[in-house]
T-cell receptor
Framework: DVKVTQSSRYLVKRTGEKVFLECVQDMDHENMFWYRQDPGLGLRLIYFSYDVKMKEKGDIPEGYSVSREKKERFSLILESASTNQTSMYLC??????????????FGSGTRLTVV | QKEVEQDPGPLSVPEGAIVSLNCTYSNSAFQYFMWYRQYSRKGPELLMYTYSSGNKEDGRFTAQVDKSSKYISLFIRDSQPSDSATYLCAMTTLTGANSKLTFGKGITLSVRP
């Protein structure tokens, strides 16, 4: 069964901390995405990556960075966590060029609380 | 105007009801349409996808696309408490080197026993 695994289900961090959210997929997918999901706002794309060491900004990249050193792993970094970054974070992956019709496979999410 | 609009809900129905979930979109280049289901504290899962206008049926679920009206729907027949979840529509242009999905905000459905 194909999987996208997010390293933590729940995290509580303090304001100002540097936070790492890890995501690993075992499907040899080219594309990986990071979203945050908030009530009333839906899914908002933070960053995405089409290939190893490549990254592109999504709709709300401010305060975040990403790293993709290996094809299967895509990390989201909160450089200095703030309370407005309290949210559900979802990682997703999809096959590569021309295969968006197969949709995305999502992880189970990380509920991050910044206090 | 947002590219994809979805009824905000929430929606509560009795068990056995027929449910209609709808999305409208503004980008006529969208060609491929999907519905995702998201249970509480889980990530979204692909439920159905369709390419052309018309209906596609899968068990109790029917996805309908009307490209002329830029309107898509998901119908659930004989709804069950296990259908209680958030439903998100998604769509893409299928063009471009790495076209992405554009999601609706989702609607939360509750089916009462």
């Amino acid at each position: 069964d194909v999987k996208v695994t997010q390293s933590s289900r729940y995290l509580v961090k303090r304001t100002g901390e540097k936070v790492f959210l890890e995501c690993v997929q075992d499907m040899d997918h080219e594309n990986m995405f990071w979203y945050r999901q908030d009530p009333g706002l839906g899914l908002r794309l933070i960053y995405f990556s089409y290939d190893v060491k490549m990254k592109e900004k999504g709709d709300i990249p401010e305060g975040y960075s990403v790293s993709r050193e290996k094809k299967e792993r895509f990390s989201l970094i909160l450089e200095s966590a703030s309370t407005n970054q309290t949210s559900m974070y979802l990682c997703a992956s999809s096959p590569g060029l021309g295969k968006v019709i197969y949709g995305y496979t999502f992880g189970s999410g990380t509920r991050l609380t910044v206090v | 105007q947002k590219e994809v609009e979805q009824d905000p809900g929430p929606l509560s129905v009795p068990e056995g009801a027929i449910v209609s979930l709808n999305c409208t979109y503004s980008n006529s280049a969208f060609q491929y349409f999907m519905w995702y289901r998201q249970y509480s504290r889980k990530g979204p899962e692909l439920l159905m996808y369709t390419y052309s206008s018309g209906n596609k049926e899968d068990g109790r679920f029917t996805a309908q696309v009307d490209k002329s009206s830029k309107y898509i729907s998901l119908f659930i027949r004989d709804s069950q408490p296990s259908d209680s979840a958030t439903y998100l529509c998604a769509m893409t242009t299928l063009t471009g080197a790495n076209s992405k999905l554009t999601f609706g905000k989702g609607i939360t459905l509750s089916v009462r026993p």
